[in-house]
């Protein structure tokens, strides 16, 4: 059963960079049929897609945090990361990492259990 | 903005029959998935595609589509269905992902 870890600093300061791992376990990352991506969601409040990798290295970012996201994949370590920077209290939510299916259902499955990152000085 | 229009919240009463909507122009191309989230715990999908139900989920959920709006129905709503429920599909351009704003359902 695949199974995905988010792992990555709990607080972090305004204007830095917030970088996060997630771990794959169960199943291969290398495979053709899924993106690997991030979703967001602040305290109380709704879902967020931040972006997904192909394992290739193919990238689609939202259009609202490209300019400050960079996701990457190591398959070798199974691993793929979060970049995000100029960090503002904005930014302070649940990070969740999750498999996202290429068909046209673009489904996200399984999600990882999620990591509170506080962006506070 | 949300490109996807939920309800904010929604109630049913025990055993009855509930639909819960999202509303967006990119429904006409892409199938609505839908995510089932309770309070402290990641989102979990529930229905996929035209009507699909992932391995594990009772068939009370359903899905349809009609036009701009997707629907999710639970049929015999239990207790154990009170979350927050998120659809989510491709945008009009395809080219990112977007989330309805959600819908707190309340079984009474």
């Known amino acids: 059963q695949l199974q995905l870890q988010e792992s990555g600093p709990g607080l972090v300061k305004p204007s830095e960079t917030l970088s996060l791992t997630c771990t794959v376990s169960?199943?291969?990352?290398?495979?053709?049929?899924?993106?690997w991506g991030w979703i967001r969601q602040p305290p109380g409040k709704g879902l967020e897609w931040i972006g997904s990798?192909?394992?290739?290295?193919?990238?689609y970012y939202n259009p609202s945090l490209k300019s400050r996201v960079t996701i990457s994949v190591d398959s070798s370590k199974k691993q793929f990361s979060l970049r995000l920077g100029s960090l503002t209290a904005a930014d302070t939510a649940v990070y969740y990492c999750?498999?996202?299916?290429?068909?046209?259902?673009?489904?996200?499955?399984?999600w990882g259990q999620g990591l509170l990152v506080t962006v506070s000085s | 903005s949300s490109e996807l229009t939920q309800d904010p919240a929604v109630s049913v009463a025990l055993g009855q029959t509930v639909r819960i909507t999202c509303q967006g122009d990119s429904l006409r191309t892409y199938y609505a998935n839908w995510y089932q989230q309770k309070p402290g715990q990641a989102p979990l999908l529930v229905l996929f595609g035209k009507d699909n139900r992932p391995s594990g989920i009772p068939d009370r959920f359903s899905g349809s589509t009609s036009g701009t709006t997707a629907s999710l129905t639970i049929t015999g709503a239990q207790a154990e269905d009170e979350a927050d429920y998120y659809c989510?599909?491709?945008?009009?351009?395809?080219?990112?992902?977007?989330f309805g704003g959600g819908t707190k359902l309340s079984v009474l």
């Open positions: 989510n599909s491709r945008d009009t351009s395809g080219n990112q992902q977007v």
């Open positions: 999750l498999r996202e299916e290429v068909a046209d259902e673009n489904r996200f499955d399984p």
């Open positions: 169960g199943g291969s990352i290398n495979n053709r049929d899924y993106y």
């Open positions: 990798i192909y394992y290739s290295g193919t990238t």
